[in-house]
Structure formats: structure tokens, C-alpha cells
């Protein structure tokens, strides 16, 4: 017989660690005590069977548990000790963390759908298995008191629950029934009739409000579009179940995994051909859908009522009919209305119906998005379910918080070891979303007791996120947009040396004050070494180039030596004389090394879009009409350093836009492989980092990943974080954290330092 002492690190509160230990310790005879405090759990575990138990610890936790290290140490044994306790909590200096938001667990709708149950159709059940965390979450640590539960006193039913060590709702914080627990403010066959009925209807979810409605019903999709003012942005869509997903999309065994988890993220999936209609609306010209399947109880309800009030679960495995399209409601690209009060203001115009709940949402958190790339799950967006699960970063160091560039931004805050990335932000284009930053910025150091040393920002002055780190009185240190994104993937996949990346993004403002965007960097601790770049394109009229993408065409066709044919090509798009007369004169026309705009002037030339109604739509539409890339012999030129993609752009012009599509990605990829060999043989590298919003598209990915795996490199890509500015905050607190740990001066101490 032996002892030991257990500190179990990880997320290992709120999640039915203790009462999964207990039970684990009396099926194996063992005696002992468990309880929380500020590091995680601790315990005492004493008798015959420890080997048991601590495989058992490692390979049976809950579903939410996440353990991130078990340390053991012997103690003496103790002679007059009978069974298990589960001991009070001990308070102190704050190292755990609060769990993720999770999807309702099996056992809870086998409740809700048991006609004897108590809580038979009662839209909050949850245990410690699933349900609301960090969207409810005041501060840690995470107790009752703490959290938007404390308003509801539990009924003694609830109570014996709650503190029975062998039942799944021990010590669950949000836990409640019809008796005591929060309620909705419209019967589900309300907000059915509703839906079915055409109507709009706004339903407070975990993290906020939804814009929900038919999604077969085309003139309630358009409706919802123009009071979005939403453009050509495709459209989420909620279905019952996988049976359900396969009238319109094609689902492999790792899209099921990620539509089935805890997670429920929002899953891009390919159109099947052939396949039920849906609305044009729903995704204009796009071959992805994104589709999620219900997470909170309310919507389980709302298919239950489509369903006919089936007894049981049998039905969830069936098709169903009801396909909802469930849209963030937040107008104007704010962020998302959560109180009752705020979407009622907000949301009238938008919404027909409103259908709240008096349990508040402390915290905003979109959906989070995903797709599979190259095998294995990446993030598009961070939000609900992934936030604020903090990224194991290669080594420790001091406290900074990084508050990222001004599109997607994201907030993300160290302590030791890890990385806590918020969940999607926005971009800062108004006060709300700034404001919005501030409380995401608060909420994180309150709930993780952190206070920063230092915060990291973008090297471009004039964003918004760079004047609110100013503001903190804190000291800063400006991080060069591109390699924040190479930063990022290393930090993720654990590189602490050395490394080469290629930064493909849309802009970020270069060391030398120049508009970067198609880098290869060689990243050393706190700071790189741009080796390259992608050749410059002009682009007319700045910034409004990237949304109308007939002038990058001009500008590549001016590349080219064919300016002459501006003018007649484009007529039709817009002020074509005068674009070729800034091309030609260098009049408003900045060059640019952005691999997005390449993408662009491929768009422009193939007439794949002349405008993008929102940024990205016009590659993304090329993506979409990929079927097989090739590759164009001779499509591209490198001298010096610089690569140049003028001879596939010329190809494109003799070329349909299908064929067009599968030409330059396929060439596009071998071109990169071919920039990035020499220089990844010269320092007898192994592995590049790939990141930059034109990581996002899966088709590039994939094809580099293949491309570098075939020559014996490993293509490191983004998953923990987005590749686009959402993982910007990620890569500048790395860098900020490497640059402390140096104490040296930041990576760059002026935004245009000499040459």
C-alpha cells in the first residue's frame, strides 16, 4: 500500500472532475481526498490499486476535461482513514482556468425528451458534462455565486443534486429545472410557428443572439439579407442531425467528428452535386456551406416540435425536414446583441420576433468556424466552445496581452506557459466593437487573474487596436503584422528555434512603412528577416482595390506591358481611363507585395467577380470553382529573392475561369514551394510555417502541404487560431513574450526604422 499527493493542472473545474475521481476511487477500494483550489484539483489517494486509478485518471476523464499535466508524490500513509471526500474548496492566487461553453450531452436530452422526466422539455437543463461556462462566468473561482446563475436559488430537489458526490449534476454551477431555474420568454411552438410562417426571428443563444429563419423559404433569406445589409456573405445553416446534412452537403468522418463534438462549430462542407435545392441566397456562387447542428436545449426543442413531440431519442438519429438558417445578430458589423434590454433596441427592424431568456450572457461569443484542411481540423473563427482554452506555448515567460490588427481582431493575454486567445472580436470600425475589446480585454485579466507586464500591438500606428494598447499605460511593443502570423503557427505547434514562413496575406504595413502581404521570413526568437517577397502589383485607388478587383487585373495587365487594354477590358466595371491613367502616372497607386491581391488580379482577369460585395468574396469564389489544380510549366519567375507570378496571370487571359481556377492554384503552390526550397535546404530546415488570411483557403493549403510534404518538409499550418488577423494576437504575444525574455529591445522599436 502506498500513498500520493496529485495536483491534476488542466481544465479540471466545473467539469465533473472531482465526482469522476470519487467515483473512480471507491470502485478501486482507494481512500483519499480530492478538492479544488487556484492551480486545479489536488488529491490524496491511498491503497492498492493506484497503478488503476491513474491510468484510469488519465484515459477516462469527463468530456470536458482537459488535462494538461498530473504530478505525483509519495506521503505518508494513513492508518485510520476510511473512504473518499470530496473537500471544500481552498481559495487562493487564481492558475486554472473556466471552461469553454459546451454543447448539450447525451444523458441531458434523454432527459428532455423523457416525458417522465422533471425537466421533460425544459429549455436550460445542463450538468457537468455540458452546457454554459464562460459565457456565464463573472470571475473565478468558478462557483455559483460567480456566475449568471446566482439570481436563482436552488429548489431542494436541485439542491440534493448538487450536492450528492455520485450524481452528474455535483456541484454544476449553472443547473436548474422548471422549478427554479430560468425561463423562456415564448413557448417553442411559438417560435415554430414563427419560423414556419416566414418570419425572422431573434433567439438568445450561449453567447448571444441569433438571427434565425426558413431556410427554404427564399423570400425570407432575401428579407434577412437586405436587413443585414449582408451583401453576398454566405449564410450559417442549423439542421437536426448528420442524417439531415446529407440532402445538400458532403460530410467525411472528420466533418462528423467536429458537426458532433462538444464544440458544435459552425462546419464549412462541400455542396454534393445533385443535391436538394436551397435558396441561392443562402450562399451566392459559393461551393461551401456552413452548417452546425443544434447545441443548446431551445433549439433541440425547436426540431422536437417540427418533429411532432416524439417520446425519446430515436428521432435525433432520423432526417428531418427543418433547416434554419441561424445568422450572428449583430447589425452593422457590431457586436452581438446579448441582453434583453439591448436587443430589443438593437434588434427592432431586423427581427419579427424576439425570444429572450432571464439568464444573462455575460460574455459575447460568436459560433466558432471550422473546416477541415489537409486531414485535421483548423479554426476560421474563434468563438464559442474554443474560448478561452488557453494554447500551450513551447516555453514560459512573462505576462503580456496582445490586442491584435484591425480586421477580426481577437485579444490574447499569457500567463506562464499559455496562451488565452479570446474569441473573435471584429473589426474595429465603430465604438461598439471597440468597446467590445475593452470588456474582452477586462473579462480575461479578471478571470484569469492576470495583470500584464507589457502589451503587444501591430506595427501600423493608425489602427485602433494600436492606440488602445497606447492607452493602457503599460509598456508596448509593436509586432510587424506578417510575422505576428508566422509567429503565431509557431507558437501553436511548439517551435522555439529558428524557422521560415511564408506570410500569405491580404495587407499588413511593412518595416519598411511599405504595404507587405506575399513574405518569406526567417523568424529567430523576437525577430526575422524578410528573404523575400512576393513582385509588386500597383494598386489603384489604395485600399479600395481590394473590393473591386477588376483594377488589380488592370494593374497585372499593366504588368504585362498591356496597360493599352485597360481601358477597353473593364469599361463596363467602373472609371477604367482613369485607373490606367494612375497605374501609368503612379498617381494613388501604391505597390503592393500582397499575395491577396494576386489573388485578385486572378479574379479580375478570369471575370470571376469585378466587385466583391465583402472582403475575400472574390477568392473565395475562385476556390470554389476548383475541381483539380495544375500547373502551368514556366508560370513563374524568382530573381532575387522576388517571385513572380506575371507569366500565369498572362496564361489566364487565353483561359475559361473554371480552368483558370484549377491553373492558378496549382501553380501558385509549386511556385511558393519552388521560392521556399533553397532557402529551407540552405539553413537545413525541416518544416515551414504557413499562415496569412490566404491560408484559409483550403484548396492552397492542401496543395502546399502535399507539394513540401513531397520533398520531405512539413508544411505547418494554422489550426489552434485562424490563419487570418484572428491569430494575429496569438503571434504578437509570442514574439512580445520572446522579446522580454531577451531583454533586448522590442523587434522593432520605431514603425519605420532605417534601412
Sequence with gaps: MKRLRLRVRGQVQGVGFRPFLHGLAHRLALTGWVLNDGAGVLAEVQGDALERFLTALAEDAPPLARIDAVEAEDCPIRRDEAGFAILASHHGAVTTGVAPDAAICP?????????????????????????????????????????AMAGFPLCPDCSAEYADPTDRRFHAQPTACPACGPRLSHSIAEVLAALRGGRIVAIKGLGGFHLACDAFNAAAVERLRARKQRNGKPFALMVANIASTERFVEVGAAERALLEGVVRPVVLLRRRDGATTLPDSIAPGLAWLGVMLPYTPIHHLLFHEAAGRPDGTAWLERPQDLTLVMTSANPGGEPLAIDNDEARQRL????????????????????????????APALLRRGRGHAPAPIRLPRSGPSVLAVGGHLKATVCLTRGNEAFLSQHIGDLDNAATLGFLEESVAHLRRILAVEPVAVAHDLHPDFQSTRFAESLGLP??????????????????????????LALDGFGLGADGGSWGGEMLLVKGAGFTRLGHLAPLAQPGGDVAARQPWRMAAAALARMGRGVEITGRFAACGPADGVRRMIEGGINAPPTSSCGRWFDAACGLLGVRAVAGFEGEAPMALESLVRRPTVLKGGWRIEGGVLDLTPLLENLLQINAQEGADRFHGTLAAALVAWAMPELAARRLDHVALSGGCLMNAVLAEELSACFAARGVTALLPRQAPANDGGLSLGQAWVAMQSLLEEGPPPCASPFPPA
Excluded: K, W
Excluded at 348 to 371: K, Y
Design 107 to 147: 444523458a441531458c436530452l434523454a432527459e428532455l425528451f423523457d416525458p417522465a422526466d422533471r425537466r421533460y422539455r425544459y429549455p436550460f437543463l445542463n450538468c457537468t458534462h455540458c452546457g454554459p461556462r464562460f459565457t456565464i462566468t463573472r470571475a473565478l473561482p468558478y462557483d455559483r455565486p460567480q456566475t
Design 348 to 375: 427592432h427592424g431586423f427581427a419579427d420576433l424576439i425570444v429572450d431568456h432571464d439568464r444573462d450572457i455575460l460574455i459575447r461569443a460568436d459560433d466558432s468556424v471550422m473546416r477541415v484542411v489537409a486531414g
Design 476 to 501: 508596448t511593443l509593436p509586432v510587424q503584422h506578417h510575422h505576428a502570423h508566422i509567429a503565431a503557427v509557431l507558437a501553436e505547434h511548439g517551435v522555439d528555434g529558428p524557422a521560415l514562413g
